[in-house]
């Protein structure tokens, strides 16, 4: 099992649509999660971290975290066609215990937002 | 402008040329990684440094070597490049404790 896990898309809705995006990770010991969105050719950017259980609000993105069940996911509301891009998840893993800089990327969802 | 600088942008070399990815962030980040990202294979990390000198493997760190001699850079060295090195390269930085990771442009790098 990998580390880090998403469902591999690709995921097509259409515009004004919910998007849920969905990360598994295997390491009990990661403590914060991060959403990072990635347009073709450029670099990853964060949109979204989360260390608490529940959910977490910013505009039309929500993150979930729910630590017993291991699996952290994102929902975008009112999909824009801007929103298209590739969606990964990172998780701090087998860091010992700090958690400081070895970080472990899912392997992407494509997100498409059709008009 | 707070930035994470990545030197070059692209580079075509042959097998066994030694080259070096420069790494350059303004934001005082005592955190730096190098990943490199592969189609269906997502974003592996190489390599990341917690502080001056403090540098430890990340998923992925055959054939490459890194320096943190000041904090503002860091180097991804690939002695003897072959073409399973042909990647997309992105050198990160984060605030202490954070994780919370700023990207460079990225380094497309061919190997021939």
């Known amino acids: 099992q990998k580390e880090v896990e998403q469902n591999s898309g690709p995921l097509s809705v259409p515009e004004g649509a919910i998007a849920s995006l969905n990360c598994t990770y295997s390491?009990?010991?990661?403590?914060?999660f991060f959403w990072y969105r990635q347009y073709s050719g450029k670099s990853p950017e964060l949109i979204m971290f989360?260390?608490?259980?529940g959910d977490k609000e910013d505009g039309r993105f929500t993150a979930q975290l729910n630590k017993a069940s291991q699996y952290v996911s994102l929902l975008i509301r009112d999909s824009q066609p801007s929103d298209s891009a590739t969606y990964l998840c990172?998780?701090?893993?087998?860091?010992?215990?700090?958690?400081?800089?070895?970080?472990?990327f899912g392997q992407g969802t494509i997100l498409t937002v059709h008009p | 402008e707070a930035q994470v600088t990545q030197n070059p942008r692209y580079l075509i070399t042959v097998t066994g040329k030694k080259l070096t990815v420069t790494c350059s962030q303004n934001?005082?980040?005592?955190?730096m990684s190098w990943y490199r990202q592969d189609p269906g294979l997502g974003l592996r990390q190489i390599y990341y440094?917690?502080?001056?000198?403090?540098?430890d493997k990340g998923d992925v760190p055959e054939g490459y070597k890194v320096s943190r001699k000041e904090k503002r850079n860091f180097p991804l060295i690939l002695e003897s490049p072959s073409p399973n090195q042909t990647s997309l390269y992105f050198c990160?930085?984060?605030?202490?404790?954070?994780?919370?990771?700023?990207f460079g442009a990225g380094t497309r790098l061919s190997v021939l």
């Open positions: 989360i260390y608490s259980n």
């Open positions: 990172a998780a701090p893993t087998n860091a010992g215990g700090t958690s400081y800089g070895k970080l472990t």
């Open positions: 440094s917690m502080n001056v000198e403090v540098t």
């Open positions: 934001m005082n980040h005592e955190y």
């Open positions: 990160a930085s984060s605030f202490n404790g954070k994780n919370i990771q700023y």
């Open positions: 390491d009990r010991g990661s403590q914060s």
